[in-house]
T-cell receptor
Framework: GESVGLHLPTLSVQEGDNSIINCAYS??????FIWYKQESGKGPQFIID?????DKRQGQRVTVLLNKTVKHLSLQIAATQPGDSAVYFC???????????????FGKGTHLIIQP | DGGITQSPKYLFRKEGQNVTLSCEQN?????MYWYRQDPGQGLRLIYY???????QKGDIAEGYSVSREKKESFPLTVTSAQKNPTAFYLC?????????????FGEGSRLTVL
């Protein structure tokens, strides 16, 4: 099937700086997107989601932006902390269009490294 | 606390042996999933189940088998037919039976074939 990809495998930022993690998706029919955080040796944890009828959604220190024109998704993390070090995955699915019963399609992930 | 429990966390297997990974959830979710994760890769879907006694193949089902006899349990058997079974296996569940949505993951099981 179509895949979701990420632009950079590793992103290194200084503690306290803002981070932007990017994701390009290829299935223009996808209508629901999620960002997950995976710490080493653990399962992914939900961070934030966004539906295709929105272009921005904010959470606590995180913001997800969706640009359907260029099929691009980004995750912004404000004032990064050491605990933000992890691999971040974007994922897509068809949830509101009658499809997607087989779960999410995941990108390969970006490893965020926080420099002290 | 509600959640998804996978066991064992680490498992070693000799070539030619079948192994079964356990996944239990007490979230009352209808849908359950098994994913495989390899280093530097995204998650790939092995099998999923939307309802008890029913399951479907995912993208990489060959060499694996599952059962869904109870709503809360979805064990995965890695058979000797799986050519490259060493990987990190993740079980997930979702409250939406018909369509995909937010997945809740377990802590994973790391299988190593010796």
């Amino acid at each position: 099937g179509e895949s979701v990809g990420l632009h950079l495998p590793t992103l290194s930022v200084q503690e306290g700086d803002n981070s932007i993690i990017n994701c390009a998706y290829s299935n223009s029919a996808s209508d629901y997107f999620i960002w997950y955080k995976q710490e080493s040796g653990k399962g992914p944890q939900f961070i934030i989601d966004i539906r295709s009828n929105m272009d921005k959604r904010q959470g606590q220190r995180v913001t997800v932006l969706l640009n359907k024109t260029v099929k691009h998704l980004s995750l912004q993390i404000a004032a990064t902390q050491p605990g933000d070090s992890a691999v971040y995955f974007c994922a897509e699915t068809l949830i509101f269009s009658g499809g997607g019963a087989d779960g999410l399609t995941f990108g390969k992930g970006t490893h965020l490294i926080i420099q002290p | 606390d509600g959640g998804i429990t996978q066991s064992p966390k680490y498992l070693f297997r000799k070539e030619g042996q079948n192994v079964t990974l356990s996944c239990e959830q007490n979230l009352n979710h209808d849908a359950m999933y098994w994913y495989r994760q390899d280093p530097g890769q995204g998650l790939r879907l092995i099998y999923y189940s939307q309802i008890v006694n029913d399951f479907q193949k995912g993208d990489i089902a060959e060499g694996y088998s599952v059962s869904r006899e109870k709503k809360e349990s979805f064990p995965l058997t890695v058979t000797s037919a799986q050519k490259n079974p060493t990987a990190f296996y993740l079980c997930a569940s979702s409250p939406l039976a018909r369509n995909g949505g937010e997945l809740f993951f377990g802590e994973g099981s790391r299988l190593t074939v010796l």
